[in-house]
């Protein structure tokens, strides 16, 4: 059974910097690709990363946002740095296989101006 478990989500002063983190169980995160979205009104993505190590971003964290994934400890990052109060948000993580999608439960990030 794949497991998602998100943490490092916390309050931050605007242009401040988290990092968060998604460990994997029950599957291997460099052997998929392996998503960022965030809830706000509406779930939406932020970045993504192939089994190969390539990235996409949303223009709206282009350049401010990393992600990136550890495999010996199987988990996928994301570096947040020049946070705006635009990005308080539950950020979760995300896989998709054989068409079934798993979801974490979910880490809140909360920027103040």
């Known amino acids: 059974q794949v497991k998602l478990v998100e943490s490092g989500g916390a309050l931050v002063q605007a242009g401040g910097s ?3 983190s998604c460990a994997a169980s029950g599957m291997i995160v460099s052997g998929n690709t392996m998503y960022w979205y965030r809830q706000k009104a509406q779930r ?7 089994s190969s190590g390539l990235t ?12 990136s994934r550890h495999d010996a400890k199987n988990t996928v ?4 740095n020049s946070l705006k109060p635009e990005d308080t948000a539950v950020y979760y993580c995300n896989v998709v296989r ?6 974490g439960q979910g880490t809140q990030v909360t920027v103040s101006s």
């Open 18 to 20: 988290l990092r968060l």
């Open 77 to 80: 990052y994301l570096q947040m």
């Open 44 to 50: 939406e993505l932020v970045a993504g990363i192939t």
């Open 98 to 103: 054989w068409g079934v999608g798993t979801w």
């Open 56 to 67: 996409n971003y949303a223009d709206s964290v282009k350049g401010r946002f990393t992600i």
